[in-house]
């Protein structure tokens, strides 16, 4: 399993807490994380301040040398297609080949109303959108030529997000892999099981190629006070958790399928460091590929 993380805080409050997010990135590379995820919402609110995803992304990009880079996710509907492609082509080919797109339909309507984007049909349109996003970076008679091409033929990977019938329709018709969020082992072995059956039914065998399963978990690390509650998802290894509980977790989630978790830490800012180095000592060494 590959283990990402994200380069600051779950939800930061303000603006000065992204400061340190380049510096993040660099420990959690030489810690061995495999990834860094970037989250995606236009508008500052209860979830505090965002910054956007492929700019951070791409200073991260110049910042490292090896770490992955993720839209965790990137709310696709928001955006031109042909501006995603050329930048997420750019991105990739900028950074040796290390960004994975990672997309949703999102789910704030005061966003789209912001951007002056529709918020009804958003689920078609992601649809519409990815189609023309594999096209322009596959390339071909009656295509564009992008400014710049990826680096890998086809371009990068493609995680995509939600729960719905519809979204694992879009994963199986346009994905590499299905990125869902906060699921036990149970219901990432429910997920896989539909995902079979929409698969037959869209004449794609999620095993041939493989769709990979790939999730976003919270984690706050025993000994480390929570700077903010996740609501509605249990944490990874549970309230209490333990190293062993979060090894024993991670291991279930892995055996029904789980092949990349990237982590929200809650913890405060200052002590981002040592809860990274916490996983980086407490999990990674089992786990990750990174």
């Given amino acids: 399993m590959r283990i990402g993380v994200a ?7 303000g603006e000065d807490e992204l400061d340190g997010v380049l510096e993040t990135a660099r420990t959690a590379e030489d810690l061995g994380f495999d990834h860094v995820i970037a989250s995606s919402h236009l508008l500052a609110g209860d979830l505090g301040v965002t910054p956007d995803p492929l700019v951070l992304l791409s200073a991260v990009a110049g910042a490292t040398t090896r770490i992955g880079l993720v839209t965790s996710v990137l709310i696709l509907p928001l955006y031109n297609p042909a501006v995603i492609a050329h930048q997420s082509a750019t991105l990739d080919r900028l950074s040796g080949g290390r960004f994975t797109l990672g997309v949703g339909t999102g ?3 005061e966003e789209f109303a912001a951007a002056g984007v529709a918020f009804a049909g958003r689920g078609r349109r992601a649809d519409e959108q990815l189609a023309v996003i594999r096209g322009l970076w596959r ?3 009656g295509q564009p030529r992008l400014g710049v ?3 890998a033929d086809g371009g990068p ?3 995509v997000g939600g729960h719905s ?7 199986l018709r346009y994905g590499d892999a299905w990125h869902g969020s906060g699921l036990d ?3 990432l072995t429910e997920v896989r099981d539909r995902l079979a059956v929409l698969g037959e039914e869209a004449g794609r065998d999620p095993a041939m190629p493989p769709l990979e399963l790939t999730a976003g978990h919270f984690l706050l690390p025993p000994g480390f006070a929570a700077a903010v509650t996740p609501p509605g998802r249990r944490p990874l290894g549970g309230a209490d958790a333990t190293a062993e509980s979060v090894r024993e977790e991670l291991g279930q989630l892995a055996d029904a399928g789980l092949t990349a978790c990237s982590l929200w830490l809650p913890v405060a800012t200052e002590a981002l460091p040592d809860a990274l180095a916490w996983v980086a000592d407490e999990v990674l060494p089992h786990f990750s590929k990174g």
Avoid at 7 to 13: E, N, S
């Fill in 185 to 187: 082992a149970a219901g």
């Fill in 165 to 171: 019938d519809g979204a694992l329709r879009r994963a």
């Fill in 157 to 159: 990977g493609v995680w």
């Fill in 149 to 151: 091409r990826p680096r």
């Fill in 107 to 109: 789910w704030d309507a």
């Fill in 139 to 141: 390339g071909g008679e």
């Fill in 7 to 13: 380069p600051h805080r779950l939800w930061p409050a």
